[in-house]
T-cell receptor, first 114, second 113 residues
Framework: DAKTTQPNSMESNEEEPVHLPCNHSTISGTDYIHWYRQLPSQGPEYVIHGLTSNVNNRMASLAIAEDRKSSTLILHRATLRDAAVYYC???????????????FGKGTKLTVNP | GAGVSQSPRYKVAKRGQDVALRCDPISGHVSLFWYQQALGQGPEFLTY????????KSGLPSDRFFAERPEGSVSTLKIQRTQQEDSAVYLC???????????FGQGTRLTVV
């Protein structure tokens, strides 16, 4: 599985935008970029995913670089409930051996200040 | 609710004891995963089922770990002769076959003393 690199931690103030970066320089043409987040004492939850074009949903936006070697998760207005560990994960469109597993790194711990 | 349910939420086991952790996936979800999460780390893949077939068990750390999903719905992760290094949160996730979004349970926190 291709690897991703994220900062260990980031801080933001409430109601301000947050840009969480992810580098994935060895991404292949069939890798989707997924983001999950894990709130304290909870299991991870899906946030967003994309392949080449920028994506928006009710939770966040995903901006993907033209060369696809990096991406940024954007929270438009951070709230205290957004404090979590955010994971950037590459997932091959073509599963090998039938396994669709997600490979997590250490993620970015986001702290939101009131 | 309609989410992934795991039980028990907390389990304390004495070293050498056998434990069984249960996962009830979302109804109709074909794919089921088990992950192990140590303190301060991201989840690590253990095993994957498609219906009742265990297609990938490459992440199971030793032969003391065993998982089953006999009828393609509920799954059980069994750990025999528990060791202190088995202390972790065990997460279960399910997804529709061919879909991308995985739904995770809240996990079972296992403490081996």
């Amino acid at each position: 599985d291709a690897k991703t690199t994220q900062p260990n931690s980031m801080e933001s103030n409430e109601e301000e935008p947050v840009h969480l970066p992810c580098n994935h320089s060895t991404i292949s043409g069939t890798d989707y970029i997924h983001w999950y987040r894990q709130l304290p004492s909870q299991g991870p939850e899906y946030v967003i995913h994309g392949l080449t074009s920028n994506v928006n949903n009710r939770m966040a936006s995903l901006a993907i670089a033209e060369d696809r070697k990096s991406s940024t998760l954007i929270l438009h207005r951070a709230t205290l409930r957004d404090a979590a560990v955010y994971y950037c994960i590459l997932r091959d469109l073509i599963t090998q051996g039938g396994s669709e597993k997600l490979v997590f790194g250490k993620g970015t711990k986001l702290t939101v200040n009131p | 609710g309609a989410g992934v349910s795991q039980s028990p939420r907390y389990k304390v086991a004495k070293r050498g004891q056998d434990v069984a952790l249960r996962c009830d996936p979302i109804s109709g979800h074909v794919s089921l995963f088990w992950y192990q999460q140590a303190l301060g780390q991201g989840p690590e893949f253990l095993t994957y089922f498609q219906n009742e077939a265990q297609l990938d068990k490459s992440g199971l750390p030793s032969d003391r770990f065993f998982a089953e999903r006999p009828e393609g719905s509920v799954s059980t992760l069994k750990i025999q002769r528990t060791q202190q290094e088995d202390s972790a949160v065990y997460l279960c996730a399910s997804s529709l076959w061919g879909q991308t979004e995985a739904f995770f349970g809240q996990g079972t926190r296992l403490t081996v003393v």
